[in-house]
């Protein structure tokens, strides 16, 4: 009989985060903020350990430091997303100008935090993202756009539209309002849930990215702009 014996530590039932960074004084002071908050995170120095930990960690979400690693951190975004998974993907970016934003969110980033790194800002991203998802079943309409709470996709005229977990939330509270001209300042406080610094045009880069995705077969536009002011969802 074989006999198996045990290793004497418990397995971490900690959130895994995976960040890829290439300094190392800069990752001992984040993994020491993440650790602090209850969080097991670790640490990849180059694209390439951090595909390959990615791999095997499965980890609940990654955060890639595009001020160090430059292109090749937005071409790993990329190549994570492209395995059609949903974990949040949170990019430290070196700038924060418009151009570099848009690059990070067209890159499948769920969100970007620009300089300087402040670990409250950090820790609240986590916690934000890594939150347990509530048990709904529930399902919300608009004509014939129907997005499925539990499934985090939305269906149009019977065709599959898989969201990222930010187009999911954004879409979500436009269902819940049908009809309602919503604000930014709402739409930044109740789907992202914390402050934008500046003229940030996060919104529209999301807006565009829904429609892009809500209108591929030729569907009308349902995500209405008012000029100067926000957004509804209505039909044209």
Not at 73 to 98: D, E, N, Q
Not at 119 to 133: G, N, S, T, V, W
Not at 166 to 194: A, C
Request: glycine share 6%.
């Amino acid at each position: 009989m074989t006999t198996v014996q045990s290793s004497g530590f418990a397995p971490d039932s900690r959130p895994c985060v995976l960040l890829v960074e290439a300094d190392r004084s800069f990752a001992r002071q984040v993994r020491a903020d993440a650790g602090d908050a209850g969080y097991a995170l670790h640490v990849a120095p180059d694209v390439k350990s951090a595909w390959q930990q990615y791999q095997e960690l499965q980890p609940a979400l990654v955060a890639i430091d595009c001020a160090h690693l430059g292109p090749p951190g937005l071409t790993l975004c990329r190549r994570i997303r492209a395995t059609g998974t949903r974990i949040p993907l949170l990019l430290l970016m070196a700038r924060a100008s418009v151009e570099d934003r848009v690059a990070c969110l067209e890159a499948g980033a769920d969100d970007y935090i620009a300089p300087p790194y402040r670990a409250d800002l950090f820790l609240q991203l986590m916690r934000l993202y890594l939150q347990p998802a509530e048990e709904e079943t529930e399902q919300l309409h608009f004509g014939d756009l129907v997005l499925d709470i539990a499934m985090r996709r939305a269906i149009r005229n019977t065709r599959s539209i898989d969201l990222t977990m930010k187009e999911f939330e954004l879409l979500k509270y436009l269902m819940l309002h049908p009809g309602e001209v919503l604000t930014r300042e709402q739409i930044l406080e109740n789907v992202w849930s914390y402050d934008y610094a500046g003229e940030s045009n996060v919104i529209e880069v999301y807006i565009r990215y829904l429609r892009i995705k809500m209108e591929d077969e030729g569907e009308k536009r349902l995500i209405q702009t008012v000029r100067g002011v926000g957004y509804v969802l209505r039909e044209s």
